[in-house]
């Protein structure tokens, strides 16, 4: 079986970034973002729990979904996000338990709720990418065109982390040859172990 990495951490730390370096090394990259908007296309099971959980709302016009407005109505409140992953996870796990057996190569799972979702028992290391609020602010503000309000709602919606042995942290302020230099050396610690 491949080595995983997990990848983790809070909305606009980096893990993309970190995760195009990995990539660079020779790392699969498995993008759990991606796979929750490939399980909630239009006329998905998914998405049909989704707008029965959530309202019709949370459809466009032409009845695919509305992130914005999803995630605007999931992240205000801890039950209503507990409901969002509990529809979406079972569809979004299945799809990321194929992806690792079809890999021939080290793993790298970038999964913003790897813990919450129970990817960490699988991973043999966890990246935990951070940053201060206010770069992750700006960031999302600028990444996903949204009001600060919005942003922070979803930044609230992250419940921090409890560590773990197979954690190492890294917080990205920005200089983007030292992100590169710990996912060289977070690879190179899991590639180097039979």
Do not use: W
């Amino acid at each position: 079986m491949n080595k995983i990495i997990g990848v983790t951490g809070p909305s606009g730390a980096g893990k993309g970034l970190f995760c195009a370096y990995l990539a660079e090394f020779g790392c699969t990259v498995i993008d759990c973002d991606k796979i929750a908007r490939s399980v909630t296309k239009k006329g998905s099971p998914c998405l049909d729990d989704l707008v029965k959980a959530f309202g019709a709302e949370i459809l466009t016009r032409d009845g695919r979904l509305n992130r914005r407005k999803l995630a605007r109505i999931a992240f205000s409140d801890p039950k209503k996000t507990e409901l969002l992953n509990q529809i979406t996870h079972p569809a979004i796990l299945k799809i990321i338990y194929n992806k690792i057996e079809k890999a021939k190569s080290t793993i790298a799972l970038d999964a913003p709720l790897l813990v919450e979702g129970g990817l960490d028992e699988i991973c043999d290391v966890i990246a935990v990418i951070d940053a201060d609020e206010e770069t992750r602010l700006n960031r999302i503000m600028i990444r996903d065109r949204l009001t600060r309000e919005a942003a922070l709602t979803r930044l609230k919606a992250k419940k921090p982390l409890e560590p773990n042995e197979k954690m190492r942290y890294y917080s990205n302020n920005g200089i983007q040859d030292q992100l590169r230099a710990f996912a060289r050396e977070v690879y190179e610690s899991i590639t180097s172990i039979l």
